[in-house]
């Protein structure tokens, strides 16, 4: 069975495959090259950010999954003008969008790939010019096709060394095969800015520092020094016999995380001296917290909600939690929700429209609750006034 089964129904362009392109930058060697406290940051390329910080980060796995799966979570509705529908075709084409995930899935995946990449992509498969499934891809395999114009004229996916062209027909990106959604970038007029991005230097001192900590556990939690020889007149150098075997007993005996702790004897003349800052001088729990919260803030979410302290500006976790969603997490869906209805929609009939429902939110039921009581109170409304006020049609 192919590995992308949904690829084998289509016909492969002629063209050959083109290598996905990076966005690494030109004066990355040069900085390598100077070591003398040059900061070594991450390369601003997908496969670099989505590796660095999304699979080595557990403060970026933690938000990019907060986000991806709460907003995949959000119920969706259709209305056909100001009138829910209870079913349609286009609703169970996203709660079963193909044979292999559940609508949650690829929504789920979809808003992953956008906070790790700033792009998404959504593909619709057409049968008789009736949508029969969708498909979440992978952004780092996908090319936008610039036009004369500057405007996308067509998509090219590459996997398994083929390339998939994807024209844009003339009618407007918005009626083609695939929908791409992106956040915004201030110097890209294709691709969005990823949150990863903005963070990268956040990411980097806290990997940084994880690194740091590991190293020095694995060095037995001993701070870097150095063995200074003060031998008597005439003799004040080891001999290489006595540098040998001074190098030989440290490893042996004082190195590594079996000998933690065991007392280092000095004689004839040897005396330790620390050269390098303790975790307490770096402050370094500290400097992990400041790295943690930054890195929050790229993302959008409050920090106490990914367990990091400090800057706790919420009264508590339900009032924070209240906050992630309001200005995060249903944003991200209405903007979802606008796409697929302005994509989709036109494909099934006149006034359709697709939108979230803030009732079936758990998180803000505190919300919803303080709306009613206030709208109850009004006694100088009606009661269909009322209904219409909290979200509901008159009777």
Known sequence: MPLFPWLSRRTFSKTPARMPETKASRTGPVVALHLQGRPRWTPRDYAALAREGLEKNPIVYRAVRRIAESAASVPLLMYQ???????????????????????SDVRCAFF??????????????????????LYALRPDRMKVVPGPQGWPEAYEYASGGETVAFALPDTGPMTGPILHLKLFHPTDD??????LEAAAFAIDIHNAAGAWNKALLDNAARPSGALVYAGAEGAEHLTDEQFTRLKEELEQNYQGSD???????????LDWKAMSLSPKDMD?????????????LAFGIPPMLLGIPGDNTYANYAEANRAFWRETVLPLVGRYCHAITNWLAPRYGDNLRIWYDPDALEALNADREALWERIGAADFLGADEKRRAVGYGEK
């Open 81 to 103: 003008g100001n009138a829910e529908l209870e079913s349609h075709p286009l609703l169970d084409l996203l709660a079963r969008p193909n044979p292999m995930e559940e609508g």
């Open 112 to 133: 992953a790939h956008l906070q790790t990449a700033g792009n998404a992509y959504m593909e619709a498969v057409e049968v008789d010019g009736t949508p029969r499934e």
């Open 190 to 195: 294709h691709y969005g800015m990823s949150p």
């Open 259 to 269: 000998n933690a702790g065991r007392p280092l004897l000095l004689e004839g003349g």
């Open 284 to 296: 370094f729990i500290e400097a992990k917290n400041v790295a943690s919260r930054e890195i929050a």
